[in-house]
C-alpha cells in the first residue's frame, strides 16, 4: 500500500455582475377608451467575466405581487392604469420572476456589457382619468 499527497490548488475569481434598466415612457395617451399603446426599453447586462445569469422583474409597486396586470397609479389620484412588460416584440411573454404567468430572462455574458429589449404595453379599452401614471418596477440580476 502506498500514500500519497496530491498539492491541488485553483484560482476563484471574484466575479460581479450589474444591471441598468432605462426609463420606459409611453408618452401622452388619450383619456377615452382607445387601442393598446406600446413602448420600448432596454436593460442591460454587465459580467466582468463570462458568465450565465438570470434578470427577473417583480410586479412592481402598485399591482400586489400579480403578473396578469400591472398597474400605474395616478400622480395624486387613486386611480390605476393597467400595462404590463414582455420578452418578445409580439407581447406575449410576460417578464417577471418566474411565478404567476411570468417568465424571466436568462443569457450568458461574454464578460462585456449585453443589452436586452424590454417591450411594454398599456392595455387598450381602459377610461381613464386625465394625469400623470407611474409604477416602480424593481430588476434583479441572478449570477
Known amino acids: 500500500m502506498a500514500a500519497g499527497l496530491l498539492l491541488v490548488s ?18 401622452g395617451l388619450e383619456a377615452t377608451p382607445g387601442p393598446a399603446v406600446d413602448s420600448a426599453g432596454s436593460i442591460t447586462v454587465n459580467c466582468d467575466a463570462p458568465a450565465s ?3 427577473r422583474l417583480d410586479a412592481g409597486l402598485h399591482s400586489n405581487g ?5 398597474k400605474m397609479s395616478r400622480i395624486q389620484g387613486t386611480e390605476s392604469m393597467e400595462y404590463n412588460l414582455y420578452r418578445d416584440a409580439s407581447r406575449t411573454l410576460i417578464w417577471g420572476d418566474g411565478t404567476g ?5 436568462q443569457g450568458t455574458s ?9 417591450y411594454g404595453r398599456i392595455y387598450g379599452g ?5 394625469g400623470d401614471y407611474t409604477d416602480i418596477v424593481t430588476v434583479t440580476i441572478d449570477w
Open 10 to 27: 485553483g484560482n476563484l475569481l471574484a466575479q460581479n455582475c450589474s444591471v441598468d434598466a432605462s426609463p420606459m415612457s409611453f408618452g
Open 53 to 55: 445569469y438570470l434578470v
Open 66 to 70: 400579480q403578473f396578469i396586470a400591472r
Open 101 to 105: 404567468g411570468s417568465s424571466a430572462v
Open 110 to 118: 461574454p464578460g462585456f456589457p449585453q443589452t436586452i429589449s424590454l
Open 126 to 130: 381602459q377610461n381613464l382619468r386625465i
